[in-house]
């Protein structure tokens, strides 16, 4: 069953709510595009971003290597990639998610954020989007210890945030809805509009991949 935004759900009265950050809460594109700006600033190479995102876009998911050599960058590409991992991104929230998390947080629902990869990365996304403080529980696994489908990331909300019910919103049928599925929460899945790091194909999911609902947005622009 697929709904339009979030609101439209009945969620459970002062349950928590627990989102996925990457193509969820925003497009991991959107993050990708503002590290290839940082790379291009860091070599004073300005026309290297739109050649990074050609690359990129069309597929190529060593775009940073590929335009090294095409270049003839003999930098370290390591340190390249350091700096893709710890710039400060400029990124944009979907229009209405910002106003939908304080609604929310106004009805009585404690919020979380339960998100794979690496801390500095991705506290420097919150950061730019003025969300750190948002959320009461954040579980990044870099700084956890363990990833999702790890039932022990969901299990840290259950512990810090006690309530009756539970949701997760995410986007990523191979590991997001596998946990909180086994733990009876309601589970909910953004679809793709075709920006997606991560395909979504229901044909192909598992039973226990599969979120119990599915919606075309976070949240409606006011």
């Known amino acids: ?58 597929g190529d998911r060593d775009a940073l290597g590929t335009v090294m050599r095409a270049s003839g960058l003999a930098c ?32 009585g629902h404690p919020l979380g954020l339960i998100t794979d990869g690496r801390s500095v990365t991705q506290r420097n996304k919150l950061r730019a989007l003025g969300l750190e403080s948002r959320f009461d529980c954040i579980v990044i696994s870099a700084e ?36 909180p599925n086994r733990l009876g929460w309601l589970t909910i899945c953004l679809l793709d509009q075709g920006e997606n790091i991560h395909t979504q194909d229901f044909s192909a999911a598992r039973p226990e991949q599969l979120p119990h609902l599915r919606i075309a947005r976070i949240a409606v622009s006011s």
């Not at 759900?9 to 928590?16: A, E, H, S, T």
């Not at 299990?155 to 946990?179: C, Q, S, W």
């Open 76 to 107: 370290d590409k390591s340190e390249l990639l350091a700096v893709y991992r710890e710039h400060t991104p400029q990124l944009e929230l979907a229009p209405g998610v910002r106003d939908l998390l304080q609604q929310l947080a106004d009805r």
């Open 144 to 179: 956890f210890g363990s990833e999702k489908p790890d039932e022990r990331n969901f299990r840290h909300v259950m512990e810090t945030l006690p309530a009756e019910r539970y949701t997760y919103v995410g986007d990523n049928l191979h590991k997001d809805f596998i946990a």
């Open 1 to 58: 069953m697929t709904i339009t935004c979030l609101s439209e759900i009945d969620l459970p009265r002062n349950g928590v709510i627990v989102f996925d950050l990457d193509d969820t809460l925003i497009a991991e594109r959107q993050f990708v595009a503002s590290g290839f700006r940082a790379i291009a600033r860091h070599l004073g190479r300005p026309e290297l971003a739109e050649r990074l995102w050609e690359c990129y876009a069309g």
